[in-house]
């Protein structure tokens, strides 16, 4: 029996998202926070593990609905941004619509659930090419428009003009992927949600120190949380992770000072790795750098041998590599390595 007979042809051309284990000393690869939460034991002692966890997420949506001044009926939580990633293009189908390069599993999931996707190339300075994704638009009438502002893997943030007129003129949803917004100088789409019925924000804890609890969750229309309510799995986000994300939510100061810890260390790593001759990092606003460099695969192995671990975006990004923010000891270990290898 060949199994692969019997796997949908969408699926079966499809190469899973990968993420290999490689060992290290630093970790700089996957745009993690360096400073996790210790202290969440006191979330434990609330958790029924014989219980189901609330359906609802109740109680961590209250959190949420505080800070960002939204109503719980405008929240919907995820088990990480993938799954709701997932959600909402199973609820409202493709064409989906997402330039590139930016966060693959746009383009993975769509195809997993068998939609067209419409991919853009960005423009030179990484920004949105406004003019092919308008021509798209009125020709392809994409449902979804995913655009990760910061955009990963560049780093940088959409001119919001272009975003606008985005939202102005689709007649689909756009979904504004925040995930990298904590670490942005602007302030981001969370404003015009009042203004626009079309608009979703996508925001997620992974950045900020809570990769291993998976939580993100969707601000929107009620109407758009409904029907993507729909297709939610009833038990998709556990009772630790709710517990242990309200906890964390409550020490705003912890969080914030982590934060200002890594926009500040992204500075004077970007100050350090311009002045590397054959080196050119990308501004950014996110907790993350990318940088082109001759030979990426050489150094990236050369980094990587001396404990380094980053990411080879040289198959997405031609000749480039990403690096993610550490704590200061990392990088400055990162930028001693980096000058040896070169
Ligand atoms: N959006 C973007 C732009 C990302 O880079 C990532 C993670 N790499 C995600 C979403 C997914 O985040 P989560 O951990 O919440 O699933």
């Not at 001759?294 to 041998?305: A, C, R, S, T, V």
Request: hydrophobic share 40%; glycine share 8%.
């Amino acid at each position: 029996m060949d199994i692969k007979n019997f796997v949908k042809a969408g699926i079966r051309s499809l190469s899973a998202y990968e993420v290999k284990e490689i060992p290290c000393k630093v970790k700089l690869d996957a745009n993690e926070s360096p400073y996790g939460f210790k202290g969440l034991l006191k979330a434990l002692k609330f958790i029924k593990t014989n219980r189901y966890p609330d359906p609802e997420a109740r109680f961590l949506k209250k959190f949420i609905s505080r800070d960002f001044g939204v109503k719980p009926e405008n929240i919907l939580h995820g088990n990480g941004s993938d799954e709701l990633i997932y959600y909402l293009i199973t609820t409202f189908g493709g064409p989906v619509l997402f330039p590139i390069p930016t966060f693959s599993m746009y383009g993975i999931i769509s195809q997993a659930l068998g939609e067209k996707r419409i991919a853009i190339p960005l423009e030179k300075e990484f920004d949105l090419d406004l003019e092919k994704i308008l021509k798209a638009i009125k020709n392809q009438k994409p449902k979804l428009i995913f655009l990760s502002s910061p955009n990963n893997p560049t780093g940088n943030c959409f001119s919001s003009d272009r975003i606008l007129k985005i939202i102005e003129v689709s007649n689909g949803i756009v979904i504004v992927d925040e995930a990298y917004q904590p670490f942005a100088s602007d302030k981001g789409f969370m404003p015009m949600l009042k203004d626009y019925k079309n608009i979703v924000i996508m925001r997620t804890l992974s950045k900020i120190g809570l990769a291993g609890l998976r939580v993100g969750f969707l601000i929107a229309d009620e109407e758009i949380i409904n029907e993507v309510n729909k297709v939610r799995l009833p038990f998709n986000l556990n009772s630790l992770s709710q517990a242990a994300a309200v906890e964390v939510l409550k020490n705003k100061k912890v969080l914030k000072s982590c934060i200002k810890s890594i926009t500040s260390e992204r500075g004077r790593l970007f100050g350090e790795m311009a002045k590397i001759k054959g080196i050119k990092p990308y501004p950014s606003e996110a907790n993350f750098i990318l940088f082109r460099i001759k030979e990426p695969d050489k150094i990236y192995k050369g980094l990587l041998k001396k404990g380094i671990l980053v990411r080879n975006m040289s198959g997405v990004v031609n000749n480039c590599l990403r690096v993610t923010v550490g704590t200061p000891e990392e990088n400055m270990g990162f930028i001693k390595v980096l000058k040896e290898v070169i």
